[in-house]
């Protein structure tokens, strides 16, 4: 069996990579920087980028399974490609009905190849957002500090991935993904002061000014983005089993902040 794994340069296809470590199969990487990827040894490395799929045919030869990273744009093109070319099975990152990556899953399903689907949850990875406000000022500067969602893990999302590109038990499912516990906005600010040692105040900000800081770096998706923060406020998630029941193990918020506290320091 031969499994590509595209965006290998990316941080959640860079994951998928290590959890296919020890698996019985050839691992082969989609990626536009084989040296930025700094893949393992045995990982069969081919140069190409999704944004043009022309350039991902030799890729696809001889391709059993594909962990498929999102881009919209040409996921059409991709997938019709992909299964042309004989892969039988897609695993890809994508989202519900009417989220703006929806459309990555009804182009794998669309392309007759068998599927699953991973949806996951606000990643943990997009706390670094305040990153710079911790290390310049030493609080937070934010909206809806009661907010609550249940933010998980890249590498748990990883985990998945390399588990259903290897099972037959989840083709056809969507799988949702979360982490293992409710976190709050203010509940995340004091996860990672106690990973920095010390309390970081949080500044409670109105939408109005949450718009203006967040326009910078968002553009139009501030909006959007606040918009999901005032739902977490009204409609608390239930966080899933999914991760747990196939990995064996998941990574709490407290967890991801003491391992990723340099790049809040």
Do not use: K
Request: aromatic fraction near 6%; charged fraction near 20%; charge should be negative.
């Amino acid at each position: 069996m031969r499994i590509l794994v595209t965006g290998a340069t990316g941080n959640i296809g860079r994951m998928v990579i290590d959890a296919l470590d020890g698996v019985d199969a050839q691992v082969r990487a989609l990626t536009v920087d084989p040296a930025r990827a700094a893949l393992p040894a045995h990982v069969e490395v081919v140069v190409g980028r999704l944004s043009d799929p022309a350039s991902c045919s030799r890729a696809f030869a001889d391709v059993d399974r594909m962990y498929l990273a999102p881009l919209p744009d040409t996921v059409d093109e991709v997938t019709r490609t992909a299964a042309a070319a004989g892969v039988r099975r897609i695993v890809d990152l994508s989202g519900e009905p009417e989220s703006w990556w929806s459309g990555v899953a009804e182009a794998v399903e669309a392309s007759g190849v068998e599927w699953t689907h991973l949806w996951p949850a606000e990643f943990m990875e997009n706390f670094t957002q305040w990153a710079d406000q911790i290390r310049l000022t030493g609080e937070i500067r934010d909206a809806y500090p009661d907010s609550a969602g249940v933010p998980i893990a890249m590498a748990d999302v990883a985990g998945v991935a390399a588990a259903a590109l290897i099972s037959d038990d989840l083709v056809g499912t969507a799988l949702s993904l979360t982490g293992p516990e409710v976190v709050t906005r203010l509940s995340a600010a004091r996860a990672l002061g106690a990973a920095l040692g010390r309390e970081i105040p949080f500044h409670r900000l109105t939408r109005v000014e949450a718009v203006e800081q967040l326009t910078p770096s968002m553009g139009d998706a501030a909006e959007w983005y606040l918009d999901i923060l005032a739902a977490g406020l009204d409609e608390p998630p239930e966080p899933a089993s999914t991760v747990v029941d196939l990995t064996g193990s998941t990574i709490t918020f407290a967890e991801w902040a003491r391992a990723h506290v340099d790049e809040f320091r």
